[in-house]
């Protein structure tokens, strides 16, 4: 043990060593990491009163609560010119916006990360589990982890722990990651080597339809060298990554019609046509028997990866064995394609499908309607509403009449077969940013200063972030940097963080932040 | 107006009559229609707090309620050995037996009803109507009809009014019709022509499970010359109906699985398999595009019906273009089919199909499994057990590995094609009764003296009973009278009962209780 007086002196110490720190210094890491461990106690705390307030991009009244959560979080670290980001729209989700800025600095680097959450259904959350009463486990739920409760801020936490949650990580884990590695760094009195500005997204997951406006009326606000999207997996291998770009995204739901009211399977079973039957047989036209999508010209406008990019690709390390080991499959939807190659591509997935009531809900009845949620991702080269349209006009080329809204009596009279198809509004376009820029290098030498291991450079991530439109409106470079694990359950039930992936985004962004330009 | 002394003599000379009047007498019609008038706001009120008590046959603590109703009702039209029919199984719903014993009567009925009712979905309700709450309408909803209150016991009811609820027709209407039809001849003291016994069961739309175990336990107690099975509805045109056989029912519920956690469609779309598409293409493999089941042999087995049959069947009435108007729709879902052919046949029939979530609550994922409900309605002919193994057999044509229950990890790393298949053990046979039996001419000619219209007999219904159960225990002959309206939404939600039909149906029962033998 040391004494009291001699760990004072250690305490002066450090002070004066973290005080004479540059910008950019070298070994921020152990720094971080010692503050890191001091507070992550108190850090949970406050991220699982963060997680406890619903974060439905449509839930209005909740969304207030975080975002004036998350600037009361920005003032007690000091950030300036706190402010909402609104839209012109009434009752949009509004951005948090707040900055550090950097004497002297000479760049400035933009974080990204958005605090609104998916749809849940708490009837699907494992028992115990509620998406809005954050709750800590030793281990996975699906390792046999237990319920525990949070030690006393003098204790420590385990790195296997995992904090269960809507939000949990994705995107809350974003959001409290950036202003807990600022903190680091500000207890350390290590400076970042740039200029730095948050801005935090409140309806990501409802399609980010205003974010475009909001970009446009803050043009000057938004200026910077680099935008670091921090949201996503790791890969599964468990290293660290950098992703140059995303899929685009886009939604239609497909309704489809029986009678119009549900009947008695037994007295008109196979008379009256069934909903189900149609909405399967229409579905399953769709992919043919190697799960490749037999829309006409669905795979038209792709364009191709650039030779480097192919070669980073190849750079990337399998994680196909080891992900058919964990999620339970063998062969690939497109038998013998990797995963790489499939998010390469543009897809076609069914979200959900529901006609009638199955198990113990199940009537004898002919359901009313049957109703798919699909979403399309996109490659580079695709545009968002033609490929909606492809695949309205494959329905139109299977004899269906295709309307957006519920058929009237007229229609139904009309001898046609009838499918409501409601364009989501909220799609946009894949985004890759160009792998030899410097800003790429930089960002890539900062996480990979944190990392032990090789870290992974992917050309593009499978899932969507609304990218193009920073590049359209700022003229944006974008990067994104992921800091949860990959079985995070991100969009669905049980959703949650596991701390070491937690505590180690921290580094990584604190890395990032004093990046040595 | 009459004097008092007028009014009271008429009484007398009234009362006299009626209780001179014969076993069997003719026009009981006009009495029972007079009380009818003067109780049925009472009728109504005991009918409510029956429908009142939730009747699902898992829910045992409500389904004794249910039965202590019933028994309650006999006993106050004192009816005899009033008493529950037990399985010997614990935990069972008992069948709520009693009788009205006629003197000197050569003949005896048994009256089959069911108490429970097809599982609920209160969700699907419509506003303001839910399924354990009854609730009085101006007409049927579809129609404009209002939420209004029951009228004080002088007033009276409208014929278009609809009673709201589960079992409204499906078959607490067939328990207290039959009731209220004995009570309406005890009050106008005409007698029976034949023992009356009354059978309620309380597992019908579970399957009858043990239905068989309960005949056989009371072989003696249950001989009768007849059993009329009260429940369904009447023809489509309105007219009044007997049936003389039913579908059988077999049930199967399918799962396929994906990944064994929901994923981000971003991060895995179309890597992973996708359940809902898996599913989709199973069962739109089941049916070719004209309809037709296309599982080998499913039409093979089928009895042929008999010319006499076909006769019949020729005189029902076609109610096809009715019902498409009604329904919504134009063409039958094998073209060209006519809703009697359809109904002689076997069918398969998706009751209900769920993966993931749809609408509000759709997320960007691959869901974890799909999930579809069928019942397979048979024809004389037809083994149910034989009928599911088809559907079996087919899945695994497919390339499928069946299993009944879900798979393990060893089995999902197997690479076969998993699907679960849970075959419903509460499937049974179709029946249908000999139309040349001289107790078939007898219910005719009654039923048909309560009505102007021609009544239609009907070889078979679409729908299901488990009348082989009767027959192959007791040696039973049975017919079907239902008196619920066409369009109750048996099964479904906004189930009910019209009243016309209601008070039309007792009448008939009436009529049968009193036929000239």
New interface residues.
């Given amino acids: 043990m040391i004494s009291i007086a001699a760990r004072f002196h250690f305490k002066v110490v450090l002070a004066l060593l973290l005080f004479l720190s540059l910008p950019g210094v070298a070994q921020p890491l152990s720094q971080v990491r010692e503050i890191r461990k001091k507070k992550e106690i108190g850090w949970l705390k406050t991220f699982s009163e963060f997680l406890s307030i619903p974060n439905i991009a449509?839930d209005s009244n909740n969304i207030r609560k975080n975002a004036a959560f998350i600037q009361e979080m920005m003032i007690r670290r000091q950030l300036t010119n706190v402010q909402l980001l609104e839209s012109k729209e009434p009752g949009v989700p509004p951005v948090v916006y707040g900055e550090y800025l950097v004497p002297g600095a000479s760049k400035t680097l933009i974080f990204y990360a958005h605090y609104d959450g998916?749809?849940?259904?708490p009837a699907?959350w494992a028992t115990g589990l509620h998406p809005f009463v954050p709750a800590l486990y030793s281990d996975a739920i699906?390792n046999k982890g237990q319920a525990i409760t949070l030690p006393d801020s003098n204790g420590h936490t385990q790195p296997e722990w995992r904090i269960y949650g809507r939000g949990a990580s994705d995107d809350k884990a974003g959001v409290a990651g950036l202003l807990y590695a600022l903190e680091a760094l500000q207890t350390a009195r290590i400076r970042p080597s740039a200029n730095i500005k948050f801005f935090f997204e409140g309806e990501e997951e409802a399609g980010s339809p205003h974010l475009e406006g909001i970009l446009k009326q803050n043009r000057e606000l938004l200026k910077a060298d680099g935008w670091i999207i921090c949201d996503?997996?790791v890969h599964q291998s468990g290293r660290k990554m950098i992703a140059l770009g995303?899929?685009g995204?886009a939604?239609l739901?497909i309704t489809v019609?029986?009678?119009?009211?549900?009947?008695?399977?037994?007295?008109?079973?196979?008379?009256?046509?069934?909903p189900?039957?149609t909405?399967?047989?229409l579905?399953?036209?769709?992919?043919d028997?190697r799960?490749r999508v037999s829309i006409r010209g669905f795979y038209d406008d792709v364009q191709p990866l650039t030779t480097a990019e192919k070669k980073a690709l190849l750079a990337v390390p399998s994680a196909d064995e080891q992900?058919k080991?964990?999620?339970?499959?063998?062969?690939?939807?497109?038998p013998g394609?990797?995963?790489m190659e499939?998010?390469n591509?543009p897809?076609?997935?069914?979200?959900?499908?529901?006609?009638?009531?199955?198990?113990?809900?199940?009537?004898?009845?002919?359901?009313t309607t049957?109703?798919?949620?699909i979403?399309l991702?996109l490659v580079l080269g695709n545009d968002w509403q033609r490929q909606q349209q492809k695949v309205i006009d494959h329905i139109r080329s299977k004899g269906f009449m295709v309307i957006d809204y519920d058929?009237t009596?007229t229609d139904?009279?009309?001898?046609k077969k009838l499918v409501k198809v409601t364009r989501g509004l909220d799609g946009y376009n894949a985004q890759r940013t160009d792998l030899s820029l410097p800003l790429v290098q930089k960002v890539k030498q900062a996480v990979q200063s944190t990392s032990k291991e090789p870290i992974v450079l992917l050309p593009t991530?499978?899932?969507?972030l609304p990218l193009y439109v920073f590049e359209k409106q700022l003229g944006a470079k974008t990067l994104i940097v992921p800091i949860a694990n990959?079985?995070n359950?991100?969009?669905?039930?049980?959703e949650n963080i596991r701390l070491e992936n937690f505590w180690n985004g921290i580094e990584t962004y604190a890395a990032i932040m004093t990046i040595d330009w």
């Fill in positions: 449509s998916q749809p849940v259904n699907q699906f996503g997996p995303v899929r995204d939604h739901e019609y029986g009678p119009v009211r549900p009947l008695h399977s037994g007295h008109y079973g196979n008379w009256v046509p069934n189900a039957m909405l399967s047989k579905l399953a036209g769709m992919k028997d799960g992900m080991h964990e999620l339970g499959f063998e062969e690939a939807e497109t394609q990797s995963l499939a998010i591509q897809s076609l997935n069914i979200n959900g499908m529901a006609s009638g009531n199955t198990g113990k809900l199940s009537a004898n009845v002919i359901p049957a109703i798919a949620n979403d991702r058929p009596a139904r009279q009309s001898g991530l499978g899932g969507s990959h079985d359950n991100q969009h669905a039930e049980n």
